[in-house]
């Protein structure tokens, strides 16, 4: 063997397997028996007002739903029960003993089952004991709406916990009074499915895990420069632009993710990113292109353009029923308008600048928005470039830098806040604590002002996940997302100093782990890796 190759192995062995044998050797002289600090709430997110007591409660495996109230035993609360029973009984428990816990009592104010922004997600949750009033215990969810009602059973599921030693599932710490509601009405994960085609069934898996956080928006940014994977009936050859025949979503698919999201009340969002970001629209429509050599942004000069436009949000309307339509407007390079001859002799016509007609652009897209009766959201540069042109409806998307929600509402306008440097998901070096603690209506004072910071959202860009990955890049850092917009700040501050925030954020990693959702640990340097040896999963 030569000295290069024994110098070879030595680094080898030094960079990777002495590592690995050396952190063996530590973890099985750490091995413990883990012990949960009982003087936490386990719940995530952490409700708004509640109290509990020292009781422990038994729930019967047959549990029934009773309805009382204007909702006559709504499909979706039923199916809703239905999966959290599968759930919390997953272990299967004695039968025949006695229980204190037998029935849940579900009352709910409206039958109406529209899902809009704004819906009331309050809920109140009684868990009690038997008294000399009544033999068995009682758990009751009351809530003005059905969507209420839903945050109420994910509330109440995660009280239920299986004890292993008498093989029966128990609530702790009875009785509970909680009455909770959101601090927030928009709470979204964007999921980017250009970059990498998702699976029907992953999007399925991603929007049931939102529910178990309360986030109730699912931003679909569907199509983008690498890939167009929608059908759009208008406009068929639109999804030539696919990477391949078998990475598509068909309306029907569509139709199926919007359904499936309402039945956990979450709201899809559908994008269309205009006038940049839509190289793919050219595979199928090459005249969409300033030429075929600068495919990008979109060719503004003709009517064309803006009737493809027109005719995929004619088809989406009949597919997203929520009231924001994402148009995107980011990152727009203006050169193909500059240099294409056609282009700019349509800009020297119209006595337009390219930033000009980045405006242009924009505005009429907001316009066919608007007469599909959709509210138009735009990315901040929008508002950055001609914010006093917009129309007043618009929504601003902050995304690249600090204070833009603040400016926004200060200027009358809706700002959803999504600040790159804390909650892009695919910054994979941003640790859980910057995205726990960061706070979307900083700098804005205003009780006016700030009911026009609807909320915020975790974006999932798609470059570097995919159906492999893209679960584990998700969660937990969204949970702490979820946390920060539903639950209320200074119950948030005052009761969770950073270890404890910690201890019930791994906690409720492993609450999603159980649940089969592949949530990553909490607090390994860089997002989604995988644990370096063996441990508890609460003790990551």
Same mark, same amino acid.
């Given at each position: ?158 009280? &239920? ?132 050599? $600068? ?40 050169? $193909? ?67 833009? $929600? ?8 809706? &700002? ?42 975790? $974006? ?49 990693? &492993? ?25 508890? &999963?609460?003790?990551?």
């Amino acid at each position: 063997m030569s000295s290069n190759s024994q110098f070879l192995l030595k680094t080898l062995f030094l960079l990777f397997i002495f590592p690995l044998v050396n952190a063996r050797s530590i973890k099985s002289t750490l091995h413990k028996t883990t012990e949960l600090d009982e003087s936490l709430t386990y719940l995530w997110p952490l409700p708004s007002q509640f109290t509990f007591g020292n009781d422990t409660l038994t729930v019967d495996p047959n549990l029934s739903i009773v309805f009382t109230g204007n909702v006559g035993g709504s499909v979706i609360v039923k199916e809703a029960f239905e999966r959290y029973k599968k759930i919390i009984f997953k272990h299967g428990s004695k039968s025949g003993d006695f229980f204190d816990v037998t029935q849940l009592t579900v009352i709910v104010h409206s039958d109406n089952d529209e899902l809009q922004l704004g819906v009331d997600e309050s809920y109140s949750l009684l868990v009690t004991k038997s008294n000399e009033h009544s033999i068995i215990g009682e758990v009751s969810i009351e809530a003005n709406s059905i969507y209420g009602a839903l945050r109420g059973l994910e509330t109440m599921s995660q009280l &239920c916990i299986f004890d292993y030693g008498v093989k029966t599932v128990q609530i702790h710490k009875a009785p509970w009074f909680i009455q909770d509601k959101p601090r927030f009405a928009y709470r979204g994960l964007l999921l980017d499915t250009s970059r990498h085609y998702l699976p029907i069934e992953i999007i399925k898996q991603i929007i049931e895990s939102m529910s178990y956080t309360k986030l109730n928006v699912l931003h679909w940014h569907i199509i983008d420069e690498e890939s167009f994977p929608l059908e759009v009936p208008s406009y068929p050859n639109l999804w030539k632009g696919s990477y391949t025949k078998w990475e598509r979503y068909t309306v029907e698919d569509a139709y199926e993710i919007v359904d499936f999201a309402k039945m956990r009340g979450i709201n899809v969002m559908a994008e269309v990113d205009v006038p940049g970001h839509a190289e793919s629209w050219g595979a199928g429509y090459p005249d969409l292109w300033p030429s075929p050599s $600068c495919k990008e942004p979109l060719d503004v000069s003709k009517n064309y353009t803006f009737d493809v436009i027109a005719g995929i949000l004619a088809d989406m309307r009949k597919i997203f029923p929520f009231e924001f339509f994402h148009l995107g407007g980011d990152e727009v390079n203006t050169t $193909c308008w500059t240099t294409t001859p056609h282009i700019k002799q349509w800009l020297q016509d119209h006595n337009m600048t390219s930033k000009d007609a980045y405006e242009y652009f924009v505005l009429r897209a907001q316009e066919i928005a608007i007469s599909h009766n959709w509210t138009p959201v735009n990315w901040e540069e929008t508002f950055n470039t001609f914010p006093s042109k917009l129309n007043p409806q618009t929504v601003v998307h902050n995304w690249l830098r600090g204070g833009v $929600c603040q400016e926004a509402v200060a200027k009358g306008f809706r &700002c959803i806040y999504s600040n790159q440097g804390f909650w892009y998901l695919d910054h994979l070096d941003v640790p859980w604590d910057k995205v726990y603690y960061t706070e979307p209506l900083e700098g804005i004072k205003s009780i006016s002002e700030q009911k026009l910071l609807l909320g915020g959202e975790a $974006c999932m860009w798609g470059e570097t996940a995919d159906a492999s990955d893209v679960q584990q890049t998700i969660w937990p850092r969204a949970a702490a997302v979820a946390e920060r917009l539903w639950s209320d700040k200074e119950a948030t501050s005052s009761t969770n100093t950073t270890s404890a925030a910690l201890q019930r954020l791994e906690y409720f990693r &492993c609450l999603l782990t159980r649940r089969g959702v592949p949530a990553a640990p909490v607090t390994n340097f860089y997002a989604r890796r995988p644990p370096l040896g063996p441990g508890s &999963c609460y003790e990551q």
